[in-house]
């Protein structure tokens, strides 16, 4: 859908009709004056929101396909950046008016939300109802009631940024490097196979596409993106592989949340099995070589791990053939895996106990060794309380 469309469509809430998710609530802060936003010439209130929502600057990924709501403004030349924690998601885009965020309602999903980029004494964030936004980000298996998700897909545009007439994939944790990242500028190391991020092409193209390999030379491996864009103009020169892999592994496991939480009345093995293979990391691609980011991200977002007595936490990272240490998703703290409906939430926890135990020997789990299972099981009940003993 053209944006001019999608614009015609845009209809707002005020945040503070719709709880209770952390803008909502940060909201609700600002209008009672306990809270407010600070305005800088250069990014607007970027800064001040990142710090309020204490999201990471070592977070920030770039995307410069024309893959959003202001598509107009984004290029090769002016990626879109997108900074994320646990529970929201911030995009800014230079000299747009309007700071995009996604941020997610433990018992509703992820809510939409847009910042007027105008200088107020008291800023108010706007919700969308999200039928501009149902185009893309949707859960399909919810239809057709309208259950929003977060999206990552890969597709390689051309030197605009225009991705028309190539077909994007929506990129998850099974997705092999070498189909990762079309349309995303990447910095870190991550071996010899290439991925298709940092890459521009004549005509878009599909990552299934045979592309030429000239293509490809420069597009693995980046420290440095200057020689591609002013990276002056960001808070941060990086756009992180590691960032980039917990953003994609994130999303997965948050979207299926909401659906089992849209799903309430169903068999909780129908929403509750994708969420157990998702979150330990079943069919997940392995590393082809080891992973090394360029920012602050992967030392800051381990940092925040709740740990055990020995001092593990499934948020340390492994970055040698797979993504983290234990293979167990960091999202069983979240206040979203907290409000899954009770049945599923039993239904999950059981078969984490199963497989955790090594009771399911079935092939889904079979990439889990025995000692990591019995490691990432003492982890579990050491620092989440209502985990069943």
Known sequence: MKTALIIILLVLLPAAAVASDPISEFQ?????????????????????????????????????????????????????????????????????????????????????????????????????????????????????????RLLVSSVIPDTTGNVEGAFPIETTDRTPLKERWGGWYVTGTHGKPPHVGNTVLNRPASVFNTLPAAALVNSSNVLDLSSRMDTTRYLTPHSDIVALMVLVHQKEVQNLIALAQSKATAVPKETGEPIVKAMLFSGAAPLTGPIKGTSAFAAEFAGLGQRDGRGRSLRDFDLQTRLFRYPLSYLVYSKSFDALPAGVKTYVYRRFREVLTG?????????????????????????KPDFPR
């Open 359 to 383: 009771e399911d020997k079935s092939a889904d789990f079979a990439h889990i060794s025995a000692a990591d299972r019995a490691a990432t099981l003492e982890i579990l009940r050491a620092t």
């Open 28 to 148: 609700k802060r600002i209008t009672g004056g306990q809270a407010k936003l600070e305005y800088e010439k250069d990014h607007g209130y970027l800064v001040s929101l990142l710090k309020a929502m204490k999201i990471p600057i070592s977070s920030q990924t770039l995307v410069f396909s024309k893959t959003s709501l202001q598509s107009e403004r984004i290029s090769p030349k002016t990626p879109r950046a997108i900074y994320f924690n646990d529970d929201v998601y911030v995009a800014w885009v230079q000299g747009a008016g309007l700071i995009e965020i996604m941020s997610t309602d433990p018992e509703k999903g992820a809510g939409f939300y847009v910042l007027s980029q105008e200088r107020s004494d008291r800023p108010e964030f706007e919700r969308s109802t999200g039928h501009e936004c149902s185009v893309c980000h949707y859960v399909p298996e919810a239809a057709p009631k309208f259950v929003p």
